[in-house]
Antibody
Framework: QVQLQQSGPELVKPGASVKISCKASGYAFSSSWMNWVKQRPGQGLEWIGRIYPGDGDTNYNGKFKGKATLTADKSSSTAYMQLSSLTSVDSAVYFC???????????WGQGTTLTVSS | EIVLTQSPAITAASLGQKVTITCSASSSVSYMHWYQQKSGTSPKPWIYEISKLASGVPARFSGSGSGTSYSLTISSMEAEDAAIYYCQQWNYPLTFGSGTKLEIK
């Protein structure tokens, strides 16, 4: 069965960077887009961007260009999202999520909670 | 960017009541997808490609629409349906609606 296992909660200081991982299993990792979605406490869902692990192609929400960098390691079936120059507004739960050809997201990771605080 | 406007933002329904949530797109989209999210959990795929129910979704749910207007309907509200529902489209960039919180009256 398809599983997306994300790394654990992070507590980081303002100005620092963090890299969140998402290990995929149960399907052909290289052949599906992997998306990243942000959810601030009590707020809705915000799409950050996506990566196609097969060739490393990426698409970003313009709002997150320069903030988020998406990469993928085919050898370990793991997707990564690095967030830089962190501030309090980056405190949120971040989900990785697989999408299909029609843009629906059919599997979600459990979420990684990021807290930015001094 | 296509903006998705959901209404209502919050609603409460009695058990057995029919519920309709609407999602209006700022431009025409080919597909609309819906997710259910309960507190502290990941969103779950609920309805995809306008009207197809995801695995395990009860048949009392349905989806419909075209162009810029879409809806999710529950024919008879049950307690387990209380949640937040989000619509989502994929015409780059992917966008979500702001969510509809469905409560039990």
């Amino acid at each position: 069965q398809v599983q997306l296992q994300q790394s654990g909660p992070e507590l980081v200081k303002p100005g620092a960077s963090v890299k969140i991982s998402c290990k995929a299993s149960g399907y052909a990792f290289s052949s599906s887009w992997m998306n990243w979605v942000k959810q601030r406490p009590g707020q809705g869902l915000e799409w950050i961007g996506r990566i196609y692990p097969g060739d490393g192609d990426t698409n970003y929400n313009g709002k997150f260009k320069g903030k988020a960098t998406l990469t993928a390691d085919k050898s370990s079936s793991t997707a990564y999202m690095q967030l830089s120059s962190l501030t309090s507004v980056d405190s949120a739960v971040y989900f990785c999520a697989r999408s299909t050809g029609t843009g629906t997201i059919d599997y979600w990771g459990q979420g990684t909670t990021l807290t930015v605080s001094s | 960017e296509i903006v998705l406007t959901q209404s209502p933002a919050i609603t409460a329904a009695s058990l057995g009541q029919k519920v309709t949530i609407t999602c209006s797109a700022s431009s025409s989209v080919s597909y609309m997808h819906w997710y259910q999210q309960k507190s502290g959990t990941s969103p779950k795929p609920w309805i995809y490609e306008i009207s197809k129910l995801a695995s395990g979704v009860p048949a009392r749910f349905s989806g419909s629409g075209s162009g810029t207007s879409y809806s999710l309907t529950i024919s008879s509200m049950e307690a387990e349906d209380a949640a937040i529902y989000y619509c989502q489209q994929w015409n780059y960039p992917l966008t979500f609606g702001s969510g509809t919180k469905l409560e039990i009256k």
